[in-house]
DNA sequence: AGTTTTCGAAACGCGACCGTTGCGTATCGT
DNA sequence: ACGATACGCAACGGTCGCGTTTCGAAAACT
C-alpha cells in the first residue's frame, strides 16, 4: 500500500466515500482510455466531486494513486473446470472478451499494453499483479492437457498460448463500433489451433 | 497531402532539409513511444533545431503533421517469394519481428495500437494505408496456400491470420530490454501453426 | 464545550505548451 | 538592386495542470 501514512484517530476521520470516488474515478478514466501521463488530478478531483487536498493527503503522487487504484480492482481470474482443455480453453478466451466490453475491465489492456515504456516501475508491479498470474492459470490447463494426452507431449507452451491470448489481444484492441470481436471468436480461435495441438 | 498551399515561387524558397529535419523529428519521438497527443510542436521544433514557425508554415495542427510524416514512411513491405507457404509467412513474421526493433518500424505499432481511439481520422488514414495492404498480403499468402493444396481448404484465414500476427505483435509489444523477442520465434510460431493448418 | 482532523472550494505561483507576431537575416526571382 | 518569401529566434497573451496554502464548515474525539 502506497497510501500516505494517516494520523492517529483524534479528529474528523477521512471519509470512505471520498476514497471510493476518487479511486472509481481514475478507475473509469483508465478505462475509458485515458493515459496515466493524460490522467490528471485535477481532473480526477472534478469526476469524483472532491477536492485536490483530499487526494493530495492520501496519495503522495499519481502513480501512487493508479497503483493504489488498481490494486483495488479485483478483476475476473478464469477458473478452469478441469474436465477438458477446449473448454477451459475456451472459457478463458471469454473472459478476455468480456473484459474487451466492460469499462473496468478495460483497464487490463490498456494499463498492460500502453504504460509499460512510460512508467516501468508500474507496469512491474501490474505484471506481477495481474498478468503473470493469468498467464500462469493459462500455462497450466496447457500442461494439465499435455499430462492427460490431450495435446501433444512436446507442445511448445509459450508459443502456443501467445498463439492464443495474441490472436484475442489483437482483436480487442483493434475492436470498437467499427470492428466488433466476433462472439464466437474464442471457439473458432481454439479449435482451428487444437486441430494442430491435439495428440495424434 | 494536407500540407498548406505553398505560394508561388516569388521570394525565397522552403527549406528541404527544414521539412526533412521536421519529418525525421516527428517519426523519430513517435517511433520512441511519444504519444501523439504528448507529442507537441515544441519539442518537434528543438528537435528539428526549426523555429515553431517554421512548422506552422507547413501544417495547420498537429494531427496533419503527424499524417504527413507517416505518408513519408516507406516501410517494409514484405514480398512473399511464392515458393511455399511456411517460408512466406516466416518471412512476413520476420519483418514484423525486425519492425519491433528499429526506431522508425516502431512507428507502425505505436499509431495502430495506441492511437485509434484518440485519432480516429489518423487512425482510418494509416490503417488504409499501412495495416490493410499488410493484412491483404497476408491473406493473399494463406489463400494461395489453399489453392495449391498446401492447406487445408476449409481453413479460417481471418483466424489464422490472427493466430500469427496477434502472437506476434503480443510479443513484439511485450519486448523490452527485460523481455527479448526469441529469434526464431516466426520459425516457431509458424511452424505450431501449420500443424493445425496443413492439409492431410 | 473544546480540540483535532477532514471536508470541499478557491486561489496561489510555477512551468509547459499553445498559436501568433515581430525581428533581423538569408535566399530566391525579376 | 530590389521585392518577396523563408529562415531561426524570442516574446507575446492564454490555457491547463501542477503541488501548496488558506478558508469556513463539518465531524469525530476527550
Given at each position: 500500500?502506497?497510501?500516505?501514512?494517516?494520523s492517529?484517530?483524534r479528529?474528523?476521520?477521512?471519509?470512505?466515500?471520498?476514497?471510493?470516488?476518487?479511486v472509481d474515478?481514475?478507475?473509469?478514466?483508465?478505462?475509458?482510455?485515458?493515459?496515466?501521463?493524460e490522467?490528471?488530478?485535477?481532473?480526477?478531483?472534478?469526476?469524483a466531486?472532491?477536492?485536490?487536498?483530499?487526494?493530495?493527503?492520501?496519495?503522495?503522487?499519481?502513480?501512487?494513486l493508479?497503483?493504489?487504484?488498481?490494486?483495488?480492482?479485483?478483476?475476473?481470474?478464469?477458473?478452469?473446470?478441469?474436465?477438458?482443455?477446449?473448454?477451459d480453453?475456451?472459457?478463458?478466451?471469454?473472459?478476455?472478451?468480456?473484459?474487451s466490453?466492460?469499462?473496468?475491465n478495460?483497464?487490463?489492456?490498456?494499463?498492460a499494453l500502453?504504460?509499460a515504456?512510460?512508467?516501468?516501475?508500474?507496469?512491474?508491479?501490474?505484471?506481477?499483479?495481474?498478468?503473470?498470474?493469468?498467464?500462469?492459470?493459462?500455462?497450466?490447463?496447457?500442461?494439465?492437457?499435455?499430462?492427460?494426452?490431450?495435446?501433444?507431449?512436446?507442445?511448445?507452451?509459450?508459443?502456443a498460448?501467445?498463439?492464443?491470448?495474441?490472436?484475442?489481444?489483437?482483436?480487442?484492441?483493434?475492436?470498437?463500433?467499427?470492428?466488433?470481436?466476433?462472439?464466437?471468436?474464442p471457439?473458432?480461435?481454439v479449435?482451428?489451433?487444437?486441430?494442430?495441438?491435439?495428440?495424434?
Amino acid at each position: 500500500m502506497t497510501t500516505i501514512q494517516e494520523s492517529a484517530g483524534r479528529g474528523r476521520p477521512r471519509s470512505e466515500r471520498a476514497e471510493k470516488a476518487i479511486v472509481d474515478a481514475t478507475l473509469d478514466m483508465i478505462g475509458e482510455g485515458v493515459t496515466v501521463s493524460e490522467l490528471s488530478i485535477e481532473a480526477v478531483a472534478n469526476r469524483a466531486g472532491v477536492g485536490k487536498t483530499t487526494i493530495y493527503r492520501r496519495w503522495a503522487n499519481k502513480e501512487d494513486l493508479v497503483v493504489d487504484s488498481l490494486a483495488t480492482l479485483r478483476l475476473p481470474m478464469p477458473e478452469p473446470g478441469g474436465t477438458d482443455v477446449r473448454a477451459d480453453l475456451i472459457e478463458f478466451l471469454k473472459v478476455m472478451r468480456s473484459e474487451s466490453g466492460e469499462l473496468r475491465n478495460r483497464c487490463i489492456t490498456n494499463i498492460a499494453l500502453n504504460e509499460a515504456d512510460r512508467y516501468p516501475d508500474l507496469y512491474r508491479r501490474f505484471r506481477e499483479l495481474v498478468i503473470e498470474p493469468r498467464r500462469e492459470a493459462f500455462r497450466q490447463v496447457l500442461r494439465r492437457g499435455m499430462a492427460t494426452g490431450e495435446l501433444r507431449p512436446d507442445l511448445d507452451v509459450e508459443v502456443a498460448m501467445s498463439m492464443l491470448v495474441g490472436a484475442m489481444l489483437f482483436h480487442t484492441k483493434m475492436s470498437g463500433p467499427a470492428y466488433p470481436v466476433p462472439g464466437d471468436l474464442p471457439e473458432r480461435l481454439v479449435d482451428e489451433a487444437l486441430r494442430g495441438f491435439r495428440a495424434s
